[in-house]
């Protein structure tokens, strides 16, 4: 078996179209555009790659959008300060700090100080625990993507074995959880692994459906899951290769000719998951806009 590619660009892309008249209309009913205020801390070159990705999303939806740029010598209060800025600022619907931080900020700390009504990511504890009681909120907006992957594809999630592989309060960790919890779109049985999982073969071979978001190249080869599972594989890791301009590629985590012989389904790297990220951020500002989770005061 050969896998079938899951374009996540393409989906990606539907979504996007779906936001983007959803914004019109909201516009058009005379209110003013969503508006998405990124704070950025130092000037890490990933970052300002991903926020760049971000606020161009924005532009092609009809999402307005600032970045706010802070030195990474901030200190924690004043960080926490410039965020509660933007808390009460009722023009700013959604609060996006990127991360990661620089060492000496705590980014528990910063993501509690965002109002979790503004916390587009779904980083917040308050919306962390509401998915995880299955009540409307902010779902992260990977995990999400991935959802929206599987509805496209038709790929079936109730009852299956889902596996796992990586806990991040990110990605693995709200996957795991939407991936067992959720009513309408999940109730799959689900195992997590993590760095201190024995025998991870063990747990990937049984899996109908299994998610890597690990950041290992290779982590996950052929011989370690069986004839057609579904692979969703989130990794993103920069492999150094001559032969490319930049002098790297992007792989992801799992060996993907090994496991697409196997898969059914198998997300490429890139052009898989990532573009689903980006997608579901606009999705959930235009939710924090409507006041759609949380309804906004009149
Ligand atoms: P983290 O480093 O925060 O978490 C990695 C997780 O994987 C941890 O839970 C860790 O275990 C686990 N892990 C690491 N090595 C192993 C191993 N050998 N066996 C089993 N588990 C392991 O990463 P993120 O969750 O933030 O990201 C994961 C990957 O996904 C990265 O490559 C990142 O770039 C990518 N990513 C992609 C996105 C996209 O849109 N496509 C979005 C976000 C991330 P432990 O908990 O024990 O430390």
Not at 200 to 225: C, F, K, Y
């Amino acid at each position: 078996m050969s896998g079938k590619l899951i374009d996540g660009r393409k989906v990606a892309e539907l979504l996007r179209a779906e936001v983007r008249e959803d914004v019109e209309a909201w516009v058009a009913a005379g209110n003013r555009p969503p508006f998405l205020q990124v704070v950025q801390v130092g000037a890490d070159p990933g970052s300002t790659t991903y926020i760049g990705a971000k606020t161009r999303a924005c532009r092609d939806v009809g999402i307005d959008s600032a970045t706010e740029r802070l030195p990474d010598t901030i200190s924690a209060r004043e960080l926490r300060n410039a965020v509660l800025r933007h808390n009460e600022n009722d023009q700013v619907d959604g609060i996006l700090v990127q991360l990661p931080l620089p060492g000496h900020l705590s980014s528990h700390a910063v993501i509690e100080s965002i109002d979790y009504r503004k916390d587009v990511d779904g980083f917040h504890p308050m919306n962390v625990g509401r998915l995880s009681l299955d009540q409307p909120t902010f779902r992260s907006c990977t995990p999400a993507g991935i959802f929206e992957l599987f509805k496209h594809y038709s790929i079936p999630v109730k009852s299956r074995h889902a596996v796992v592989v990586g806990a991040s309060n990110i990605v693995g960790s709200p996957m795991a959880t939407m991936l067992s919890r959720e009513n309408t779109s999940g109730k799959a049985t689900t195992t997590i692994c993590h760095k201190f999982t024995k025998d991870l073969t063990q747990h990937t071979i049984s899996a109908d459906i299994l998610v890597v978001a690990a950041g290992q190249p290779n982590l996950i080869r052929g011989e370690m899951v069986k004839e057609g599972v579904v692979v969703i594989d989130v990794g993103i890791n920069r492999i150094a290769d001559d032969t490319e301009d930049r002098g790297y590629r992007l792989v992801g985590d799992c060996h993907f000719e090994s496991v697409r012989e196997k898969a059914s389904w198998i997300t490429p790297v890139p052009g898989g998951v990532g573009p689903m990220t980006v997608a579901m951020l606009m999705k959930n500002t235009l939710l924090a806009a409507k006041g759609s989770i949380y309804p906004k005061p009149e």
